[in-house]
């Protein structure tokens, strides 16, 4: 631990950090927002100012802004765009939000994608603050969201158990991976293979994105497994390996999906292993 930061008077709900690591901002249940010079003092923050509940943020590509997804209630939501440089927030997205639990910005900075309470994942256009399209499929609201480096894909988690992931030039699904309770965060990896999800239970799923990416597979399967957050690792057989960054091996099965083509593969786990699920 290199430094703690002064405490929020409330539980933290949302960190993040910018690309060049300068910047990072913190926001807690007690409405403040403050955000941090990583390379300065951290005595105290550089800007603060209270907001409301955030839930989730988001740094745009080039580190000048963030992104703040809020809401206190069910029935409606906020986005607040917070200009660094100026410490002035503006909310550029048309008509009415449902409470956002997450946000993330593609690589470009073009758009933006809300993960709401209303169980769709929103894109936005950043510049006219348009809605682009709702990807729709989550049978309950979406708690996290996060766009692939290349910008192509996204991936959704959700209080239905599930992870989808989708396409950003259609808006169409791709995959589903089923868990066994609310998925409440996840993340994608900064080359792309991989992608972990956490589950409200305190377990992490580790996925593999290899047949997006063009990631290498290997039909070694040295010491590959699922992590779990009490550092334990399932043992039974991979079904497929994925070399990710570092050299490390990540491990997924699957099964082909017997509804409509295209419909992606599915996933579901269990408490030692990952095997395909029963239709």
């Given amino acids: ?27 807690a249940n007690d409405g403040a927002v403050h955000c941090w010079d990583m390379t300065g003092d951290l005595s105290a923050p550089w800007l603060s100012g209270r ?4 839930w989730g943020a988001a740094f745009t ?4 802004r963030v992104i703040l997804g809020m809401g206190s209630s069910g029935a409606s939501g906020d986005v607040l765009v917070v200009d660094l440089r100026s410490g002035q927030g503006t909310n550029p997205l048309e008509g009415q939000l449902p409470l956002i639990w997450d946000v993330a ?14 169980a769709t994942v929103a894109v936005w256009d950043m510049e006219s603050g348009a809605v682009l399209g709702r990807m729709a499929g989550h049978a309950d609201e979406v708690r996290a969201v996060a766009v692939t480096p290349d910008g192509r894909y996204a991936i959704s988690g959700s209080k239905d158990h599930t992870v989808r992931l ?14 066994e309770a ?15 999800a956490g589950e409200n239970s305190g377990r992490v799923h580790i996925l593999s994105l290899e047949g997006l990416t063009g990631a290498r ?7 590959c497994g699922m992590r779990t957050t009490d550092g334990g690792i399932a043992t039974s057989r ?35 292993s990952v095997t395909p699920a029963d239709r």
């Fill in 1 to 27: 631990l290199m430094e703690g930061l002064p405490q929020h008077r409330g539980a933290i709900l949302a960190l993040a950090l910018s690309p060049d690591g300068v910047a990072a901002v913190s926001a």
């Fill in 61 to 64: 590509p080039d580190g000048t």
């Fill in 182 to 196: 609310w998925i409440t965060t996840c993340a994608i990896a900064p080359d792309g293979t991989a992608a972990m």
């Fill in 217 to 223: 597979r290997s039909s070694r399967q040295p010491g």
């Fill in 238 to 272: 991979c079904r497929a390996v994925t070399v990710v960054a570092g050299g490390r091996c990540r491990r997924a099965t699957s099964a082909p999906r017997s509804s409509a083509p295209g419909a992606g593969r599915h996933y579901r786990s269990t408490r030692s």
């Fill in 51 to 54: 907001v409301g509940t955030v």
């Fill in 105 to 118: 910005v593609t690589p470009d900075g073009r758009r933006l994608l809300t993960a709401g309470f209303d």
């Fill in 166 to 179: 989708w396409d950003l030039t259609t808006l169409g699904p791709l995959d589903v991976f089923t868990g």
